[in-house]
């Protein structure tokens, strides 16, 4: 069926007349009544009485009429919705953030473009960023802040900002009076880290490998307090971003920064099959 030849009928209802409906749409007579006698041949009923003077709707015009405005002011607000995504006036966005993230830029950037489109409804949830990139690749989210593998082709990456992470410790711990620390110090070190549903769990073990000795692990985590709290009883050393060590109580922890191979993050706008991603990388 032709919304267009409903959008006809309910015209030719309106002004009770063939020709002053094809006037206020802008098409030939003929067209009007060529739509009309589909829609009869369609659903085997006779629309209109017609007569010299005027036209009027039968019984079973009437009925499916009051169906036919239904039907196309339902089709105009789809279009209007549909028209309103496109071009980012309403709608909603689900957003995934990991429970350890410094996403002072992020937030910055969620409330200007909160102001900007007061329409759209920001939903936001909380995973590791594991299943925060699985449910990206899946459609169930729209943004997300995760690492991306290291060859990883699906996201198109703009960067925006910079983060390393530093090694926080108590204040009175060995490794506390040096400003830069080599990885191989941390040999005997007891580790605090993010637990494997991120890849910079991952990542940090990668790097201590890399200076020769295999990471002894007290904790694997994803609270961010419980990490800071271990750290401050002085039960073991933890990396985290920088913007975080620099928030924290110096009477509590200080920190300090590795040699390379560290650990720099880079925050960045990304698209995946289509979706809009928050991506991270090292």
Same mark, same amino acid.
């Given at each position: 069926m032709d919304i267009r030849n409903l959008e006809y009928f309910i015209e030719v209802a309106r002004h009770k007349?063939?020709?002053?409906?094809?006037?206020?749409?802008?098409? $030939?007579?003929?067209? @009007?009544? +060529?739509?009309?006698?589909?829609?009869?041949?369609?659903?085997?009923?006779?629309?209109?009485?017609?007569?010299?003077?005027?036209?009027?709707?039968?019984? $079973?015009?009437?009925? @499916?009429? +009051?169906?036919?405005?239904?039907?196309?002011?339902?089709?105009h607000n789809i279009t209007v919705?549909?028209?309103?995504?496109?071009?980012?006036?309403?709608g909603k966005i689900h957003i995934g953030l990991p429970p350890i993230t410094a996403v002072t830029s992020f937030s910055r950037m969620l409330s200007a473009f909160r102001n900007e489109y007061l329409n759209i409804h920001v939903h936001l949830y909380e995973f590791g960023p594991k299943k925060i990139e699985a449910a990206i690749q899946d459609g169930l989210l729209d943004i997300g802040i995760f690492t991306p593998a290291e060859q990883d082709?699906?996201?198109?990456?703009?960067?925006f900002e910079r983060d390393p992470h530093d090694i926080i410790m108590?204040?009175?711990h060995w490794l506390a009076q040096y400003d830069v620390l080599d990885y191989e110090k941390l040999t005997n070190e007891q580790f605090i880290i993010y637990n494997n549903e991120y890849r910079l769990h991952d990542l940090i073990i990668?790097?201590?490998?890399?200076?020769?000795?295999?990471?002894?692990?007290m904790l694997e985590t994803s609270q961010r307090d419980l990490i800071t709290q271990m750290v401050a009883d002085d039960l073991g050393i933890a990396l985290l971003p920088r913007k975080i060590c620099k928030s924290l109580d110096a009477r509590m922890l200080t920190f300090t920064t590795p040699c390379r191979p560290t650990i720099i993050f880079k925050f960045g706008f990304g698209i995946e099959k289509g979706a809009i991603s928050f991506s991270r990388s090292s």
């Open positions: 007349s063939f020709s002053k409906a094809a006037e206020v749409i802008h098409i $030939s007579q003929p067209g @009007i009544s +060529k739509a009309i006698k589909e829609l009869e041949a369609q659903w085997g009923v006779v629309l209109f009485y017609r007569n010299a003077k005027n036209i009027e709707l039968t019984d $079973s015009g009437e009925v @499916i009429l +009051k169906q036919a405005q239904q039907i196309v002011s339902a089709f919705q549909l028209d309103g995504l496109t071009k980012m006036q309403v082709e699906h996201y198109e990456k703009i960067w108590h204040p009175k990668s790097r201590c490998q890399q200076a020769g000795f295999t990471p002894k692990i």
